[in-house]
């Protein structure tokens, strides 16, 4: 959210993160705001973890 309470698009480096016991309620937020952002998205991100320094 920007600081005057607008959504403003960011990449996926500025993304909110929630656990997925949050989905319920991101899924109902997504839903009351999707007439106001049309491109709004819940993703699933899969992050591996790789040593590459060993």
């Known amino acids: 959210m920007a600081e005057n309470k607008a959504f403003t698009l960011v990449g996926i480096n500025k993304a909110s993160v929630y656990p997925e016991t949050e989905l319920a309620m991101l899924k109902a937020l997504k839903a009351e705001l999707q007439g106001q952002i049309s491109n ?5 991100i899969t992050l591996v973890e790789t040593d590459h320094f060993a």
């Open 40 to 44: 709004l998205r819940i993703i699933k």
